[in-house]
């Protein structure tokens, strides 16, 4: 089983053992192949034998009908049961035909038992399993709306089209080029279509050459389409219909766009676990840019349906940072040269706070270790990587940021001590222009690349901080100059004129005020994690604050930035630009209310921020 080794090599957990191991391992194994809609393992079912690798296809999670999750080549199942000594908690059925690997449960345990990499892997896995049920309720979810939605609504895969006159070698170098199981052939009597299968079953497997077959001589005619004005369940039908698994769209007759059955399944399944799989395997700009608009559709479904703003901004951040780790590999790809000396990428702002809302754009810096190359030849480099990789986020969907704050700009491109250097002198001489700096600056995190480039700059922070403590009144100073947008008479006020008349600015009086004195809270107290909601529990168990302060700076945050989220969701609804601004006229009596209070205790938190750090005389 030649190729069991070799894609155990590539495969996690088994590409860490030896040579010798995964030969043990191939020398146990069994193949099994299952049809699409196979029901592979059962719910409450005994006595599960073998541990189960996905070798190809695709299969589906299932707990009580209810789909969980998709696993996809390299994903294995049945450890659960295996390693509890329980029953099977969920069913697992083969969602298209699916080749599996198993492994004897006798034969995993005493890897298991013996070998520290496989113990940690499943150990791990079943622990992140639990972990992942607990804090995000909302994977589960299976739309069963699909009568609600139509095909204009959802993002397509573009279409690829070459003449009928073209050999097959050139459908063959196009797929790979553009990561796609099929061409569509322009025929003289109209569309047909020519998919990776047909190029095995029809040239390959009858030992012809692909240098010499034209595409029309083997392309399938017609092409089943279905307008875009159709529903994704219609969609679903018709492909059954016709087993097929490309669904050509149409707008007024004219072709459109690709749905593909892994596209439904995905659509189906746009949880954080699924999505940052496929990102992974994403192998294009257009791939990831589909991705993308997927998981803006799921986060509008989870607001309208009430989800936990603190979990939607860690949703929308996981996302972020998968597809941003993606687009670095991609990009390194694109430039066909190595890095010169080790970097990383620092996502800042709310991105690095993991608090990201549906007003996302970029914020983000370069580090590198200078070392004793050239230095021309080293900024040279990272300039064109910089660039490159900004243009790569905006095409896939990430908007610029209007304050320059990117890697393309040379301010935010700095090797390791330039930064320290910077650093230093924000801490040691903080001047009102550089206010929107340090705010977005001092919630870094790496999002890709050596992380212990930005350890050694947090540490250089927190060292600093304790020595000169101007600088954490100097961040509250800043905190308590935006007040929130409450009258004499507690009305709230609104601007008079201009785009937003009517409309409070939730960012500026509310959001920012919390943000940035939580941060000098945190910051003089050492805390080195950069979420708000972390921060201030951390506060807490500190004895900074006490149990009730913080539950109601916790409650006031998350009313905050549930209404943000409703807002800007409602905005996109509506084919407008979301913001931070919101119409007040529009809440509901009881969330007037909350509001008018969440506003007076943002000023009783700003009336503290001012006696313990004595702003008065700042």
Not at 3 to 28: C, G, M, Q, Y
Not at 398 to 426: E, H, K, Y
Not at 443 to 448: A, G, L, M
Not at 554 to 569: E, H, S, T, V, W
Request: charged share 30%; hydrophobic share 40%; proline share 4%.
């Amino acid at each position: 089983m030649l190729d069991a080794e070799r894609f155990l090599a590539e495969t996690e957990p088994f590409s860490n053992l030896s040579v010798e191991e995964i030969k043990t391992i191939v020398d146990s194994l069994t193949v099994c192949y299952y049809k699409k809609g196979d029901i592979i393992l059962r719910e409450d079912q005994n006595n599960v034998k073998n541990l189960y690798i996905v070798r190809s296809g695709v299969v589906a999670v299932e707990k009580s009908g209810e789909i969980i999750e998709y696993l996809y080549e390299g994903d294995t199942f049945g450890y659960v049961s295996i390693l509890s000594g329980e029953v099977s908690p969920y069913t697992v059925r083969a969602v298209e035909d699916t080749v599996l690997f198993l492994w004897p449960s006798k034969d995993f345990l005493k890897f298991f038992n013996k070998n520290e990499t496989i113990r940690e892997f499943f150990t791990k896995k079943l622990s992140k399993g639990v972990i992942i049920r607990q804090a995000c309720p909302y994977e589960g979810i299976s739309l069963s709306h699909h009568g609600d939605i139509t095909l204009d609504s959802l993002e397509l895969r573009p279409l690829i089209i070459l003449s009928g006159n073209e050999q097959v070698v050139k459908a063959v170098q196009e797929m790979i080029a553009r990561d796609s199981t099929y061409v569509l052939v322009q025929l003289p009597q109209g569309l047909g279509i020519l998919t990776e299968r047909d190029v095995l079953k029809k040239v390959v497997s009858r030992g012809l050459d692909p240098t010499k077959i034209t595409l029309q001589a083997v392309a399938t005619y017609p092409v089943i389409s279905i307008d875009s004005s159709a529903t994704l369940h219609e969609a679903i039908l018709l492909m059954a219909r016709h087993g097929i698994r490309k669904l050509l769209v149409t707008r007024e007759e004219r072709p459109f766009g690709i749905i593909e059955e892994r596209d439904i399944i995905l659509y189906e399944s746009k949880n954080v676990v699924t999505l940052t799989k496929e990102i992974d395997k994403a192998k294009s700009l257009e791939d990831l840019r589909h991705l993308y608009n997927l998981s803006r559709e799921h986060v509008l479904e989870l607001i309208f349906q009430g989800a936990d703003p603190e979990r939607l901004g860690r949703y929308i951040s996981e996302v972020n940072d998968k597809i941003m780790k993606r687009v670095a590999k991609l990009t390194l790809e694109m430039l066909g040269e190595e890095p010169l000396c080790p970097f990383s990428i620092l996502v800042l702002g709310s991105e690095g706070r993991r608090e990201q809302s549906l007003k996302t754009d970029q914020d983000n810096a370069l580090v590198f270790v200078e070392c004793r190359e050239d230095k021309q030849k080293i900024a040279t480099y990272f300039e064109k990587f910089s660039k490159l990789y900004i243009e790569n986020l905006i095409q896939i969907g990430f908007p610029p940021c209007p304050g320059d704050v990117m890697i393309s700009n040379p301010f935010w491109r700095r090797s390791l001590a330039d930064w320290i250097q910077t650093v230093d002198n924000w801490l040691t001489n903080p001047k009102p222009e550089n206010t929107l700096k340090i705010a977005i600056f001092f919630d870094f995190r790496t999002v890709y690349g050596d992380e212990t480039l930005g350890r050694e700059i947090w540490a250089f922070i927190l060292k600093t901080i304790k020595i000169n403590v101007a600088f954490v009144r100097f961040l509250a100073y800043d905190a308590v100059n935006f007040r929130p947008p409450l009258g004499l008479f507690k009305d709230f006020v609104v601007e008079k004129s201009g785009k937003h008349v009517g409309e409070l600015d939730l960012k500026k009086g509310g959001i920012f005020p919390l943000v940035q004195g939580i941060r000098a809270l945190a910051l003089e107290s050492g805390i080195r994690t950069q979420n708000t909601f972390d921060r201030i529990r951390e506060l807490q168990n500190r004895n900074v604050i006490n149990a009730e302060y913080a539950k109601d700076l916790l409650d006031a945050y998350k009313f905050i930035l549930g209404l943000r989220f409703k807002f800007q969701a409602q905005k996109i609804k509506e084919n407008r630009e979301p913001d931070n601004y919101i119409n007040p006229s529009l809440l509901s009596k009881a969330e007037r209310s909350t509001l008018r209070d969440i506003f007076r205790f943002i000023k009783g938190f700003q009336d503290y921020l001012r006696e313990r750090y004595n702003l008065a005389y700042l």
